[in-house]
């Protein structure tokens, strides 16, 4: 009986300090989303997207349609944690352009995407 008694215990310790931890760890997720709210509304968010994907169809014609979704999917995620939107309205064309070379590095085409 005792053993019964003490496997109880254990798993009801073993059951209560698992969902204390658990509990620690979804509050430390929610501050963690809290602190990188993201600055853009969802008109915004589209826009750029929209305009990202009209440059490459410009530029760059013969380009697939997943690797353009890709990119941009990858430009606007960076645009949204580096800038504010007041910031990316103000960019000149020189800017914007820089900007664009740089992105190369952040958000190179991976090879799955090339080779299909």
């Given at each position: 009986m005792k ?20 509990i ?11 602190e ?26 013969t380009?697939?349609?997943q690797?353009?979704?890709?990119l941009?999917?990858?430009y ?8 504010t939107p007041?910031?990316v309205?103000?960019?000149t ?9 740089r992105?190369?590095d952040?958000?190179p ?7 299909a």
């Amino acid at each position: 009986m005792k053993t019964d008694s003490s496997i109880t215990k254990i798993l009801l310790l073993t059951l209560i300090s698992m969902l204390t931890l658990g509990i620690g760890l979804i509050h430390s997720r929610a501050a963690e989303k809290e602190e990188y709210k993201l600055k853009f509304n969802t008109k915004d968010t589209r826009e750029m997207w929209w305009a990202c994907s009209l440059e490459f169809r410009k530029i760059m014609p013969t380009m697939r349609g997943q690797t353009r979704i890709y990119l941009c999917d990858c430009y606007v995620d960076h645009m949204r944690k580096t800038y504010t939107p007041e910031e990316v309205k103000a960019l000149t064309k020189e800017q914007s352009r820089t900007l664009g070379l740089r992105m190369r590095d952040t958000c190179p085409i991976p090879k799955v995407l090339m080779q299909a």
